[in-house]
C-alpha cells in the first residue's frame, strides 16, 4: 500500500511537471499561427516577422508582451517601424524610421556597430530608460549582441523624435532625413511610441545583411521554418 502510495506521489509530481512545461511552450508564441491570425501579410514580411519572434522566444523573461520590429529592407519613404502587442495581438503603431545616414540613401544597405560610423546596427535591443537630451525626449537602448550592436550605449544610439524624420521631408528630398545612427521617429509620434516600449521590451532591427543570421546568438538558422510556400 505504501508503494502504491508512493507511485502515485511521483507520478503527481511528474505530470506537475509535465504540465508545467506544457503550459510554458503554449504560452511560446508561434510565429506562423500568429502572422496569420494578425493577418499581417502585406504589412510586415513574414521572414523578417518570423526572425523577430524567433529571437523574442530565445529572450525570454519579458516585462512585457511588447515587440517593436524595424524593417530596414523597406525604403524609407514607406513606414517600417511595428510596434506588436503580442498579447492583445494587435499592432499598436505603424510609423516612419529613419536609418543613419551612412547607411545609405534611400535604403539602408551598410550596417556597423563601430563609434563614428554614424551607420544604424542591426539586431535586437532592449529598452530601458527615457530622459530629456540634446535630441528631446529618448529612449536608452541596450544592444544585446556582441559584435553586432553592443556598443549602442558608447556610440549614444537612442530612439529620439526628429525633424528630419518627418514625412515631409519625402516630398522635398525623395527620402527621409537621417541621423547619425539611432532609430529617430516623426516628433508627431515619438513620445508616444517611446513611452509604450520603454522599460524593457524587446526591439528588433532588421536589414539586408548576409553575414548577420550567421552572427546572431538569437537568430539559429535551423530554428529558422523553411515551410514559407503557402505564406
Not at 498579447?87 to 534611400?106: D, M, P
Not at 535604403?107 to 546596427?121: D, I, L, P, Q, V
Not at 530629456?132 to 541596450?142: I, Q
Amino acid at each position: 500500500m505504501r508503494a502504491l502510495s508512493l507511485i502515485l506521489i511521483i507520478g503527481g509530481i511528474c505530470w506537475g511537471s509535465l504540465s508545467g512545461i506544457a503550459a510554458e511552450r503554449s504560452s511560446v508564441p508561434n510565429s506562423r499561427a500568429l502572422y496569420h491570425e494578425m493577418a499581417l501579410a502585406g504589412t510586415i514580411d513574414y521572414a523578417v516577422f518570423e526572425r523577430a519572434i524567433a529571437g523574442y522566444n530565445r529572450m525570454g523573461g519579458h516585462d512585457k508582451d511588447i515587440l517593436t520590429v524595424i524593417d530596414f529592407t523597406k525604403p524609407s519613404t514607406e513606414k517600417r517601424l511595428f510596434v506588436i502587442d503580442l498579447k492583445l495581438k494587435k499592432i499598436l503603431f505603424i510609423s516612419y524610421v529613419a536609418h543613419g545616414r551612412n547607411s545609405g540613401e534611400k535604403y539602408a544597405t551598410s550596417f556597423s556597430n563601430r563609434e563614428g560610423s554614424f551607420k544604424s546596427s542591426l539586431g535586437f535591443y532592449k529598452t530601458e530608460n527615457t530622459y530629456y537630451g540634446k535630441n528631446g525626449y529618448s529612449l536608452v537602448l541596450d544592444g544585446l549582441e556582441r559584435g553586432i550592436n553592443d556598443k549602442a550605449k558608447e556610440r549614444a544610439i537612442v530612439m529620439h523624435g526628429a525633424t528630419y524624420a518627418d514625412p515631409s521631408t519625402i516630398r522635398s528630398c525623395g527620402r527621409l532625413g537621417r541621423s547619425l545612427g539611432c532609430p529617430a521617429l516623426p516628433l508627431a509620434v515619438s513620445k508616444k511610441i517611446i513611452d509604450t516600449i520603454k522599460g524593457g521590451t524587446l526591439l528588433y532591427i532588421h536589414g539586408d545583411d548576409k553575414t548577420y543570421a550567421s552572427r546572431s546568438t538569437f537568430i539559429k538558422q535551423d530554428e529558422i521554418r523553411k515551410d514559407r510556400a503557402d505564406i
